[in-house]
């Protein structure tokens, strides 16, 4: 269930209301279905409605506990009995629509910079040109930089520094967390369906933590999860220019140099480093204390406490083998390399 502390729940809506929104079509016994919440497969209940559009997570859809699945026609068989079937060939494209009209997301209405349901403690500092939203509760002794917005429903722990220019949504942060200007958390993680009518934004129903003592560069992006959350363990540092995906786990004490990129639903372990300009495909899970070399572009997963490199990535070993012996190859075919020419 999406944050209520971040999106309203509009619901309930009957399915084919929802459906109606994707422009597809319902059997009559099922029309009349209250659908309370948009949610995966794995932690839908009886009040949710679900998509299946992946045949990897077929074992996911036999045992889902949706009330309602959008998904293809050559699936449909494998759905749960007593799992309302919706048939379209663009099952997350639908579900998307769904979820926006379920669980839209909660957006600044100030009438005032401070919004008067906000919470601020004592010793809390606010430079010119804050917006702080509804509900937001902000921790004392916290110093907020010019021109920063907080969103509703955050909330900040004490003694932060929160820089100029800075924007935080959907977010729970703890104490002695450092976030210089230009830093953006919480924005829509990247999502897209495609669809007839052309792409099609996922709404993005997850939050960010930042836990206790993590520092965030200038102009890093920190997304919100996609359904669970983005997390930032305690005590990481993250350097300037660095883009952090949504559902990204980072574990406790990493280090995160700039230009790096981790995909989405990335699992990081404790002690983690990343050089300079690093990028992480997508899925993967790096151990306890592994380190990533510079410009490294990682495709799998690394075990904990080894040190990978390259282009795609491999234990350092390997590469510096491989690297020596390509670089005798290039020598030994370089008329004069080897006598100072050129």
């Known amino acids: 269930m999406p944050d209520r502390r971040f999106f309203a729940h509009a619901g309930p809506f009957d399915l084919a209301t929802l459906a109606k929104a994707s422009g597809v079509n319902v059997d009559a016994a099922v029309r009349d279905l209250q659908i309370h919440t948009a949610a995966p497969l794995v932690v839908a209940d009886e009040r949710s409605v679900s998509f299946f559009a992946d045949r990897r997570y077929l074992d996911d859809l036999k045992a889902t506990k949706a009330a309602a699945v959008f998904l293809p026609q050559a699936f449909a068989e494998h759905a749960p009995e007593g799992v309302a079937v919706v048939i379209t060939p663009e099952p997350q ?138 997390v ?43 050089g300079g300009a690093a990028g992480i495909a997508d899925h993967l899970t790096i151990g306890d204390g592994a380190r990533i070399a510079a410009r490294s572009g990682l495709m799998h997963d690394v075990p904990a406490k080894e040190t990978w490199g390259g282009m795609p990535a491999k234990p350092a070993r390997q590469w510096f083998r491989e690297t020596a012996w390509l670089t005798k190859q290039v020598a030994a075919q370089t008329p004069g390399r080897d006598k100072g020419e050129g």
């Open 93 to 230: 494209a639908a579900w998307a629509r769904a979820a926006l009209m379920l669980h839209p997301g909660r957006v600044l209405d100030n009438e005032t910079a401070i919004h008067p349901s906000a919470v601020i403690d004592e010793g809390v500092v606010l430079a010119p040109g804050t917006v702080v939203g509804a509900d937001a509760r902000i921790g004392r002794g916290t110093v907020v930089g010019a021109h920063t917005t907080i969103g509703p429903g955050v909330s900040i722990g004490r003694d932060c520094s929160i820089g100029s220019g800075v924007y935080l949504g959907y977010a729970l942060v703890g104490d002695r967390v450092r976030l210089a200007s230009g830093v953006i958390v919480g924005e829509a993680g990247f999502g897209v369906a495609g669809s007839a009518t052309g792409a099609v934004d996922v709404p993005q129903l997850g939050r960010v933590i930042l836990q206790d003592g993590v520092t965030i560069g200038s102009n890093t992006c920190v997304d919100r999860g996609a359904f669970d959350d983005t």
């Open 232 to 274: 930032i363990g305690e005590n990481t540092k993250i350097d300037n220019l660095v883009q952090i995906a949504h559902n990204v786990v980072l574990g406790r004490s990493c280090v995160v140099a700039a230009h790096t990129g981790i995909s989405g639903s990335v699992k990081v372990g404790d002690g983690v480093m990343f």
